[in-house]
Nanobody, 123 residues
Framework: QKQLVESGGGLVQPGGSLRLSCTASGFTLDAYFIGWFRQAPGKEREWVSCFRNGDGSILYSDSTKGRFTLVRDTAVNTVYLQMDSLRPEDTAVYYC????????????????WGQGIQVTVSP
């Protein structure tokens, strides 16, 4: 069974850091287009970052650029989202997603989605 599992969420104070993990089972992430998304209560899902498998580049949304870092570790079939300088507005359920097809934008169709993990930034 092919699936993605997120971990590493939780409660953190403003200015703090968290590292989310997205581990694949049943398939190898190495050749996949990877996306990180989040959805806050009452808001639509928004993209946070993505790794483009076509050219190996990484994109970040304007709200996360300079604070979040996407890192792939193919040895353990895991993609990380390192989140620093967290703000209350980063509070959301975070999702990772993967798709074999190449693409140019983060907001696109994905074959696989994780179950989501809560990140709460609060004093």
């Amino acid at each position: 069974q092919k699936q993605l599992v997120e971990s590493g969420g939780g409660l953190v104070q403003p200015g703090g850091s968290l590292r989310l993990s997205c581990t694949a089972s049943g398939f190898t992430l190495d050749a996949y287009f990877i996306g990180w998304f989040r959805q806050a209560p009452g808001k639509e899902r928004e993209w946070v970052s993505c790794f483009r498998n076509g050219d190996g580049s990484i994109l970040y949304s304007d709200s996360t650029k300079g604070r979040f870092t996407l890192v792939r570790d193919t040895a353990v079939n895991t993609v990380y989202l390192q989140m620093d300088s967290l703000r209350p507005e980063d509070t959301a359920v975070y999702y990772c997603a993967a798709d074999r097809a190449p693409g140019s934008t983060c907001f696109r169709r994905y074959d696989y989605w994780g179950q989501g993990i809560q990140v709460t930034v609060s004093p």
